[in-house]
C-alpha cells in the first residue's frame, strides 16, 4: 500500500507563489502517475495536473497551465507541485493521488493523501 502525505500549503497573497510536495512511502511502481487535484469549499474535487513516476509526462488543467509546475524526484519518491501567480481562486485543499497507469491521462486514482490547504488571499 502507498501511504502519501502533502505538505507546503499555507497562506499567500494573490501574485505570490508556494510550492507543495507529495511524498510517497510504502510499495510503489515505477509505472504509476502521480497527481494533484484540488477541493474548493462546496466545490467539486477539480484535477490540477499528473505527472509519470517514468519518464515524466506531464499533463495539466487549463485553469493552471502557464502557472503550476508539476515535478518529481524519484529517488526521494516525491511529487512537487510549484504554483505561482496565484489567484484567490485557486484557494483550496490540495490532495496527491496515485495511478496504476495503465491510461494516459490517468482515470484510476486509488491512493490519496490527506490534503493540505492553500489559501490566497486578494
Known amino acids: 500500500q502507498v501511504q502519501l502525505v502533502e505538505s507546503g500549503g499555507g497562506l499567500v497573497q494573490a501574485g505570490g507563489s508556494l510550492r507543495l510536495s507529495c511524498a510517497a512511502s510504502?510499495?510503489?511502481?515505477?509505472?504509476?502517475?502521480m497527481g494533484w487535484f484540488r477541493q474548493a469549499p462546496g466545490k467539486e474535487r477539480e484535477f490540477v495536473a499528473v505527472?509519470?513516476?517514468?519518464?515524466?509526462?506531464?499533463y495539466y488543467a487549463d485553469s493552471v497551465k502557464g502557472r503550476f509546475t508539476i515535478s518529481r524526484d524519484n529517488a526521494k519518491n516525491t511529487v512537487y507541485l510549484q504554483m505561482n501567480s496565484l489567484k484567490p481562486e485557486d484557494t483550496a485543499v490540495y490532495y496527491c493521488a496515485a495511478d496504476k497507469g495503465y491510461r494516459w491521462p490517468p482515470d484510476a486514482y486509488e491512493n490519496w493523501g490527506q490534503g493540505t490547504q492553500v489559501t490566497v488571499s486578494s
Open positions: 505527472i509519470r513516476w517514468s519518464g515524466g509526462r506531464t
Open positions: 510504502g510499495r510503489t511502481f515505477s509505472s504509476y502517475a
